[in-house]
């Protein structure tokens, strides 16, 4: 089992910033991800990273503007947003996969989900 915990999230105007983190305990992930999900909209993929190598994958839309990183000693992840948008509005949730293999952000790879964060970028 692995639990997971977000936090971080918030208002902000549009071009400001705010960090995600969230805080992970249980069994050690394999890779880690951040989702996003709109009203009315399908969870999507933001950005994922594999825990013991570090490396790292963004989705388009986020891609030079979001970072997301991990801190092993202290079992959490994080994302950075810089320049944000109104379109980046969305309850973000944390997400990991323990099983070995190729990690991509796809929903259904992921077994264990953290509550969410609500980030709202207003115009």
């Known amino acids: 089992q692995v639990q997971l915990v977000e936090s971080g999230g918030g208002s902000v105007q549009a071009g400001g910033s705010l960090r995600l983190s969230c805080a992970a305990s249980?069994?050690?992930?394999?890779?880690m991800g951040w989702f996003r999900q709109a009203p009315g909209k399908e969870r999507e993929g933001v950005a994922r990273?594999?825990?013991?190598?570090?490396?790292?994958y963004y989705d388009d839309s986020v891609k030079g503007r979001f970072t997301i990183s991990r801190d092993n000693a202290k079992n959490t992840l994080y994302l950075q947003m810089n320049s944000l948008k109104p379109e980046d509005t969305a309850m973000y949730y944390c997400?990991?996969?323990?099983?070995?293999?190729?990690?991509?952000?796809?929903?259904?790879?992921?077994?264990?989900w953290g509550q969410g964060t609500q980030v709202t970028v207003s115009s």
């Open positions: 997400a990991a996969r323990i099983g070995s293999g190729t990690c991509y952000l796809r929903v259904y790879e992921y077994t264990y």
């Open positions: 249980g069994y050690s992930s394999y890779c």
């Open positions: 990273i594999y825990i013991g190598s570090g490396s790292t």
